[in-house]
């Protein structure tokens, strides 16, 4: 009885120790613990939009993905800037993340509702998730007290999710957009395959199966992307695979001005390197490479 005791507590310890990161623009932040939002609320400007970025597996408030994502937010747009440390979950073993990420994604909801109750408009909350992070927010969007306005997937987390698991589907938002670089299940309302959405993408080594998990670099692109597309938003622009499915549009632009009215399957070639969109260019692709991915919603 003791040991389980013990276990249960170090559980709540991995939720119980998640916080919110608010930036300034002056190169400050405020550091709350996930259930004290309120001391947010005074910092909040609420007719601007509210960014939540949620980081993906093995990462932390410090990596490479959040400054990146945090710091174009900050220099290219005055939307409110709010990432999640939620790195004792992060760093656990994979089924314990999988598992934790309900009951933080109740904690998360709850700090939302608030923000929303003090005055916040709900179409203007955005949440970006990266790996894990995806399936959190679909998590948070589930708990809300309100509708997402917009989920966008990073490369979303696989892994126990598809068959075992509840995954985001498009049901969770307003508009889902999700950017594949690594194959997966088409979840959003649109879906973007750069460089047809496996890996090696242009610039990455090529991995032995055996290495997958070690392909950071593949994994990176994701975020990569999207962070050009605040800078440049026609940087990255996306052809349709289908015209039945896209509603007739045959370009959008991938990524941060993707319209929120965009439905069916996009894609487009990057460069090996930074910047990495070819603009209309990229726009292209050949149907004969297209790997058929099925959409399943029923989870």
């Given at each position: 009885?003791?040991?389980?005791?013990?276990h249960a507590?170090s559980?709540y310890d991995?939720?119980?120790?998640?916080f919110?990161?608010?930036?300034?623009?002056?190169?400050?932040?405020?550091?709350?613990?996930?259930e004290n939002v309120?001391?947010?609320?005074p910092?909040?400007?609420?007719?601007?939009s509210?960014v939540l970025?949620?980081?993906?597996?093995?990462y932390?408030?410090n990596?490479?993905?959040?400054?990146?994502i945090?710091?174009?937010?900050?220099?290219?747009t005055?939307?409110?800037v709010?990432?999640l440390?939620?790195?004792n979950?992060?760093?656990a073993?994979?089924?314990?993340?999988?598992?934790?990420?309900?009951?933080?994604?109740k904690?998360?909801a709850?700090?939302?509702?608030?923000?929303?109750?003090?005055?916040?408009?709900?179409?203007k909350i955005?949440?970006?998730g990266?790996s894990?992070g995806?399936?959190?927010a679909?998590?948070?969007?589930?708990?809300v007290?309100?509708?997402?306005?917009?989920?966008t997937?990073?490369?979303?987390?696989?892994?126990?999710f598809?068959?075992?698991?509840?995954?985001?589907?498009s049901s969770?938002?307003?508009?889902i957009?999700?950017?594949h670089?690594?194959?997966a299940?088409?979840?959003?309302?649109?879906?973007?395959?750069?460089?047809?959405?496996?890996?090696?993408?242009?610039?990455?080594?090529?991995?032995a199966?055996f290495q997958?998990k070690?392909?950071i670099?593949?994994h990176?692109?994701?975020?990569?992307?999207?962070a050009?597309?605040?800078k440049?938003h026609t940087?990255?622009?996306a052809k349709?695979?289908?015209?039945?499915?896209?509603?007739?549009?045959?370009?959008?632009?991938?990524?941060y001005?993707?319209?929120?009215?965009?439905t069916?399957?996009?894609?487009l070639?990057?460069n090996?390197?930074?910047p990495?969109?070819q603009?209309?260019?990229g726009?292209?692709?050949?149907?004969f490479?297209?790997?058929?991915?099925?959409k399943?919603?029923?989870?």
């Open positions: 009885m003791r040991h389980q005791a013990m507590v559980y991995l939720i119980d120790s998640s919110f990161r608010l930036y300034n623009r002056n190169g400050s932040y405020i550091d709350t613990n996930v309120n001391v947010l609320l910092y909040i400007e609420k007719n601007n509210l970025y949620l980081t993906g597996y093995t932390d408030i990596s490479e993905n959040v400054k990146l945090t710091d174009v937010y900050l220099n290219y005055q939307d409110n709010l990432a440390d939620y790195r979950i992060t760093r073993d994979y089924l314990t993340a999988v598992y934790a990420i309900n009951d933080l994604g904690l998360v709850d700090a939302l509702n608030s923000i929303v109750d003090k005055g916040m408009n709900p179409k955005h949440i970006i990266h894990l995806v399936q959190l679909a998590r948070i969007a589930r708990y007290n309100f509708v997402i306005f917009r989920i997937g990073l490369d979303p987390a696989g892994p126990l598809y068959f075992l698991d509840s995954h985001l589907t969770d938002a307003k508009f957009d999700i950017i670089v690594d194959m299940l088409k979840t959003g309302h649109v879906d973007f395959f750069p460089n047809y959405g496996h890996r090696p993408q242009p610039g990455c080594a090529i991995i199966p997958i070690k392909d670099c593949t990176s692109r994701s975020f990569e992307f999207y050009e597309s605040v440049n940087s990255l622009i349709c695979y289908s015209l039945n499915e896209c509603g007739g549009v045959e370009y959008i632009p991938m990524g001005a993707t319209p929120s009215n965009a069916g399957n996009y894609y070639l990057t090996a390197e930074s990495f969109g603009g209309l260019l726009a292209t692709f050949n149907p490479l297209i790997i058929p991915i099925p399943i919603d029923y989870f």
